[in-house]
Structures are given as structure tokens and as C-alpha cells.
């Protein structure tokens, strides 16, 4: 199982990106997806999560501004990501936890490459 993020790039205050990840392999089943964040000297942060039934949660700093999706038929998890602010700036992991390759294995959470996100002011 991988995650392939992709997406991110340099854009303007004020502007909009939409990262995209890709979970690859054979899966049974995934539970939470979500993105986080960590920018330079700081600690990874989360960003957005969302369940397997679409349930949302969201870092207070990015409500109303970010948007958290998911494709289970494709295995995919979406961040839009409007109104930037440079201190959106940082590298975005996605992460799948409780990935199952069947109906008994126990499940394991995996992390994505990560893609940078600048915002300049």
C-alpha cells in the first residue's frame, strides 16, 4: 500500500490549491483519511480528517477555508484549500489509517510522500 499526494505549489494570499492523494494496492477497507501539515522547526500538525462515512473534523485554523473530501470507490482523499495565507505554508501528508488488506487483517495506518505548499504574501 502507498499514498501518493499531489497538488500542492507555490500560489498567492488569497488563492486556491487542491491536493489530491491516491492510495495504490489492493485494499479492503480504510478508515479515517486525513491531511496534516508541518511547516520548518515546526511539529506536523492536523489539518482535516474524515471518516469512512464522510464525517469531518477540522484544525481551527483552516475552518471555513479548507474543505476535506474522499472518493472510497477510488481510494482517494481531496484538501481544497481556499483563501491561503502564508502561514499555510508547509508540507502536506496525507494518511489513511486502519488501512485492511482483508477482512482479518488487523490494519495499519499509512502515511503519504508529502507536497510542498507556499503561500506568498
Known amino acids: 500500500v502507498q499514498l501518493q499526494a499531489s497538488g500542492g505549489g507555490l500560489v498567492q494570499a488569497g488563492g486556491s490549491l487542491r491536493l489530491s492523494c491516491a492510495v495504490s494496492?489492493?485494499?479492503?477497507?480504510?478508515?479515517?483519511m486525513g491531511w496534516y501539515r508541518q511547516a520548518p522547526g515546526k511539529e506536523r500538525e492536523l489539518v482535516a480528517r474524515?471518516?469512512?462515512?464522510?464525517?469531518?473534523n477540522y484544525a481551527d485554523s483552516v475552518k471555513g477555508r479548507f474543505t476535506i473530501s474522499r472518493d472510497n470507490a477510488k481510494n482517494m482523499v481531496y484538501l481544497q484549500m481556499s483563501s491561503l495565507k502564508p502561514e499555510d505554508t508547509a508540507v502536506y501528508y496525507c494518511?489513511?489509517?486502519?488501512?485492511?488488506?482483508?477482512?482479518?487483517?488487523?490494519?495499519?495506518?499509512?502515511w503519504g510522500q508529502g507536497t510542498q505548499v507556499t503561500v506568498s504574501s
Open positions: 474524515i471518516t469512512s462515512g464522510s464525517s469531518t
Open positions: 494518511k489513511a489509517d486502519g488501512v485492511k488488506l482483508s477482512f482479518w487483517h488487523a490494519g495499519y495506518d499509512y
Open positions: 494496492g489492493s485494499t479492503f477497507s480504510i478508515n479515517d
